[in-house]
C-alpha cells in the first residue's frame, strides 16, 4: 500500500515515528526570517491565496519578506522555447534572493522548474551557475518546507469538507513532494481526506499545451474531475494555482457541485 493510500490516522503514526518533535511543533513555533516567491498565476489571478500563504507562515511562526521587485521565474518562455529570454529571468530571479534567508513559495511547479532547469540555463555562465547554487540549496515549496523543514504539521487549520488530493505533475516529478500535503490535510480540523482513482493523471493544463491544444487538455481535465466527483470529494485541493485555474475553469463551465482550492488556502482557514 502507497503512502497516498494509507487514512490520515496511519499517515500520522508514520510521521510521527519519524520525528516526534513534529506533532508539537505549532504549539512551539521557532523563530525563522524567509523570503517568498509570489508565482505569477497568484499574483495575477489567486491574490487571496498569497494572502492565505502569508498567513499560514505567520502562524508557523516564520517572518516574511517580501521583495516588490520580484517578477517571474521565467517557466513560461523556457517552456514555450525561448531560453534566452528565460535566461534573462533567470538572472534577475537569482539576483532577488541573493541573500541567505530560505525562500519558499506555494509552488512546486516554479520551484521544482529553478531546482531542474536553471543549471541549463547558465552552463556557459559560471558567475550565474555559482548564484543559482546559492538559491537552489535554500529553495522550498511551502508543504516541503512545513513538513521537513520546521517539521511542522499541525497548524491549528479548521475546514469542515470531503477534500481530495490532485498531484500535479510538476510538483510530483520534478518537486518530489507527495506525502507533505496529505499530511498537512490530514491535521485540519473537521477535513475528510479521500483519494480519488488516477491521482497522479494529468489534469490537463501542462503551461501551453492547454492552449495549443484546447480539446485535449479539456477532456482531461473532464477525466480528472470525475474522479473526483467519483470519490465525493467536495474540494480539489492542490499546491499549484495552474491547474486550480484549468480544474475549475472545467468545474464552472459546466456546474459541476465540486470547488477546486489550494492548499494554502485550507491551511489559512480557521486561524
Known amino acids: ?24 511543533a505549532v504549539f512551539t513555533p521557532p523563530t525563522m526570517e524567509v523570503d517568498i516567491f509570489i508565482p505569477c498565476f497568484i499574483d495575477q489571478l489567486y491574490p487571496q491565496t498569497g494572502f492565505s500563504f ?3 507562515l505567520e502562524r508557523a511562526g516564520v517572518t516574511v519578506h517580501y521583495n516588490e521587485k520580484q517578477t517571474c521565474c521565467g517557466q513560461p518562455a523556457f517552456n514555450s522555447g525561448y531560453w534566452d529570454e528565460a535566461r534573462k529571468v533567470a538572472e534577475k530571479f537569482v539576483g532577488d534572493y541573493a541573500g541567505t534567508r530560505p525562500i519558499v513559495s506555494p509552488s512546486g511547479s516554479c520551484t521544482g522548474y529553478v531546482r531542474n532547469y536553471y543549471p541549463q540555463l547558465f552552463k556557459d555562465h559560471p558567475e550565474l551557475l555559482a548564484q543559482y547554487e546559492k538559491v537552489n ?6 508543504t516541503d518546507f512545513l513538513v521537513n523543514k520546521l517539521k511542522i504539521t499541525d497548524l491549528g487549520s479548521e475546514f469542515k469538507a470531503k477534500v481530495t ?5 510538476s510538483a510530483l516529478r520534478e ?27 494529468c489534469c490537463g493544463f501542462g503551461g501551453t499545451f492547454s492552449v495549443k491544444h484546447p480539446d485535449i487538455s479539456q477532456a482531461m481535465a473532464e477525466q480528472k474531475v470525475e474522479n473526483a466527483l467519483k470519490s465525493g470529494a467536495e474540494y480539489i485541493a492542490t499546491t499549484e494555482s495552474s491547474c486550480l485555474m484549468n480544474i475549475a475553469g472545467f468545474i464552472k463551465k459546466n456546474n459541476l457541485p465540486i470547488k477546486a482550492i489550494h492548499i494554502a488556502d485550507i491551511l489559512a482557514s480557521g486561524l
Open 1 to 24: 500500500m502507497s503512502f497516498a493510500q494509507k487514512s490520515c490516522d496511519e499517515k500520522s503514526v508514520l510521521l510521527q515515528r519519524a520525528n516526534r518533535q513534529s506533532m508539537f
Open 54 to 56: 502569508v498567513k499560514v
Open 137 to 142: 540549496s535554500n529553495l522550498f515549496e511551502m
Open 165 to 169: 488530493y490532485h498531484d500535479s505533475c
Open 175 to 201: 518537486y518530489k513532494i507527495k506525502q507533505e500535503p496529505r499530511i498537512l490535510l490530514c491535521k485540519v480540523k473537521g477535513l475528510e481526506l479521500v483519494e480519488m482513482d488516477e491521482v497522479e493523471t
